[in-house]
């Protein structure tokens, strides 16, 4: 007698109803949650250690693509679907359902965008990346970053309009709603609608290209990439900034990347007592720098003039652009090593040229003024005009 009221009891338990169920079927839902969650991790541990290692031996590295970037979706995919089975054997009211039935909805769609992402970026990063740097026009190199975010926000957007319209939403009325304020955005991000028109120039006119070294607004880099609403550039310190468009079509833009070379200077200030005759060869010896340099591309030694204390030669210098593909071997990483290596052949070799003519440069003099009732000579500093002045060498 005592077993059976045990097992009377037992069964009043599992019989014991809660939220419309009873004990017995929600730890039959549980259990089946549990089951598609380990389930779940047993497929992802078989995937790894079996199905990959077949992949890896095949000769095409397709398959590879599609296991790697679809394994954790299609699981996660697959354990959802397990568990919304589960759940289908609750009886609940309609409200809790329906709830519950879009939320699954919106899960899933969330989750299939984000399969179909993860087979575009590693599609994109494996051949259509590569494609396109083996192209001969740079132009592709510009609209794949931009191709690359339109796909994503087309994915994503068109996973959020069959998810919610799926879970019941009325899409329909929620853009209609985004249609009425979208005068009122647009006011307000006048500079974002600037920025984009920025962007559409850039691409039209093509003033410049990714890697090319620019200046604009007083920003001097390398371009990493061009976008529709700003543009990344990497200064010369190598400090990564994010340039709105709309500088590119308020300001002057200086393409360096698109000169034949790079110009460099320097002036020599020759002393007074040269000799005019020594000025002549010494002038024609600067010029031979340039056959005996690759690095110069050009030179062009000027005898500026004369005043009373120096004679001056404005040397211009041409320098050969830097090329990324041969001058790193060398030693040269960027525009700057090449020009600094440039300006340090040109001004030893002025030096031995200067020694070989037997040139002095001028010595910097300052003038001290002495005024008639100072005890000691004194140099004036609050605008004063002196009597007397006296230059000292």
């Not at 990714?210 to 920003?219: A, F, H, L």
Request: hydrophobic share 45%; proline share 4%; glycine share 8%.
């Amino acid at each position: 007698m005592h077993a059976h009221f045990l097992t009377g009891y037992k069964m009043n338990i599992f019989q014991t109803e809660y939220y419309g169920n009873t004990v017995l079927t929600w730890a039959i839902v549980l259990g089946l949650i549990l089951v598609s969650l380990v389930l779940g991790r047993f497929i992802y541990w078989t995937v790894g250690k079996y199905i990959k290692r077949l992949t890896a031996k095949t000769e095409t590295d397709v398959d590879d693509v599609l296991i790697d970037k679809l394994e954790e979706p299609l699981i996660v995919l697959l354990t959802i679907v397990l568990i919304r089975l589960s759940t289908s054997l609750l009886t609940l009211p309609t409200g809790i359902s329906t709830t519950i039935s879009n939320g699954f909805v919106m899960v899933i769609a969330g989750v299939c965008v984000w399969a179909f992402l993860n087979l575009y970026e590693s599609l994109h990063v494996t051949y259509i990346a590569k494609a396109v740097e083996g192209s001969e026009t740079d132009l592709d190199d510009q609209l794949l970053p931009i191709v690359r975010r339109g796909i994503r926000l087309i994915v994503i957007a068109l996973g959020a309009i069959i998810g919610l319209n799926n879970a019941g939403f009325d899409v329909g009325a929620v853009l209609a709603g985004l249609g009425i304020g979208g005068l009122a955005f647009a006011l307000a991000a006048q500079d974002t609608v600037a920025n984009f028109f920025g962007g559409a120039m850039l691409f039209i006119q093509q003033p410049f290209k990714v890697k090319d070294r620019v200046e604009v607004n007083g920003i001097h880099g390398y371009v990493d990439e061009i976008g529709l609403r700003s543009t990344k550039m990497r200064t010369i310190m190598d400090v990564p900034v994010l340039v709105p468009n709309k500088f590119f079509t308020e300001a002057a833009i200086y393409n360096y990347s698109q000169s034949p070379y790079y110009y460099k200077s320097t002036t020599l200030k020759l002393h007074r007592t040269t000799p005019l005759e020594k000025i002549t060869p010494f002038l024609a010896d600067i010029r031979t720098l340039t056959d005996r340099y690759e690095i110069i591309n050009w030179m062009s030694p000027v005898f500026v003039g004369m005043t009373g204390s120096h004679y001056e030669i404005f040397v211009k210098i041409g320098v050969t652009k830097w090329n990324p593909a041969t001058d790193p071997e060398l030693g040269l990483g960027d525009y700057f090593a090449k020009t600094d290596l440039a300006l340090n052949i040109v001004h030893v070799e002025l030096v031995q040229m200067l020694e070989h003519h037997a040139i002095q440069l001028a010595i910097p003099f300052e003038v001290r003024y002495e005024v008639e009732t100072a005890t000691e000579q004194q140099v004036l500093t609050n605008g004063r005009f002196p009597r007397a002045a006296i230059a000292a060498d």
